[in-house]
């Protein structure tokens, strides 16, 4: 289990280690054809920050071999805003006092068509919070009984699971599991995640490993931009993607950087990404792992997300609503962050083929599975 592995590496030493790189280290990873982790390190230091043009080049030479000139096109469900979670930086909080949704089958069965009319969506990620009592293993194979007739490729961003749940839910047309680490710093993990079962770093961080081993097709990852130091915080992210793809050959791999959003309750980040640094870390992934999807959401403004298209990402949502029941009406549930990125799926396909980029709505048959 990779918690057994994340305890070989030392945070601080990491930390040193990614700030003792030079521009002779830059450049030597940026010559090598495969690279390590230590290149990574190297890439996304501050001793590469006057090397964006040239990685970028790459980065944009990598993502056009592998993925053509395509992003991928998802859209997000949000079924329960329930939880029995207190991470300090989120709206869906268990003490922020406010009412709870969860949708019933008939309002899920809504907000699927009301997807479907937004665009010719295929991918489709549900989320919802932890509360297993309501929104749990048995509502959520409902969830995916009830939405699989209108999507082709379902993927669940939930609590982390039993190997046999996860398992159970790929029977239920489940293809794809997105699950965010927040940070790989365990002692600082324990105060932003004070109580539920989030708190449990270890039950967390081994979900990956069930995930794999109950046969999930695509599993996504991410670390929350904004809680520690995020140099340290990706690099620990790289290691755990490498230990994956060893691991669970045949699982596709996702990964996410989210930079916090305001939500309600106010929580400040500690740590502030510019742009500059998201594309740096954008590029040295790509540079890194050439295969990897990488994913950005509406947190991010139209022309970020717009001048990054051609230079390493490749899927994206696209009029999202992050409350529960967002779709079919503007209902009073709390949001669990502003979108920032609020133009209409429609609209953000329209710019991808202006750029000379293809929206790719479907690249997943039912009959795959
Ligand atoms: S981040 Fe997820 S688990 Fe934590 S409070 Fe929000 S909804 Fe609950």
Redesign the pocket.
Known sequence: MFYDELKRFSWDETTREIESKTARDVEIALSKEHRDISDFMALISPAAAPYLEPMARLSHRYTLERFGKTISMYIPMYVS?A?????V??????ANPFTRVTLTMDQVKAECEAIRRLGPFENLLI?????PSLNGVNYLEKVLQVARPYFNNLTIEV?PMKERDYYRLTQSGLNGVVC?Q?TYHEAAYKTY?PR?M?SIFEWRVNGFDRMGAAGVHKIGMGVLIGLEDWRTDVTMMARHLQYLRKNYWRTRYSINFPRMCP?EGGYQPKVIMSDRELAQLTFAFRILDHDVDISYSTREAPEFRANMMKLGVTSMSAGSKTEPGGYVSSPDALE?FEVTDSRTPLQVAAEIKALGYEPVWKDWDKIFD
């Open positions: 805003n939880c029995t979670n207190g991470c930086y989120c709206g869906f909080n268990h989320v919802s919070g932890e509360f609590m965010f927040e995640h539920g989030k939500a669990q």
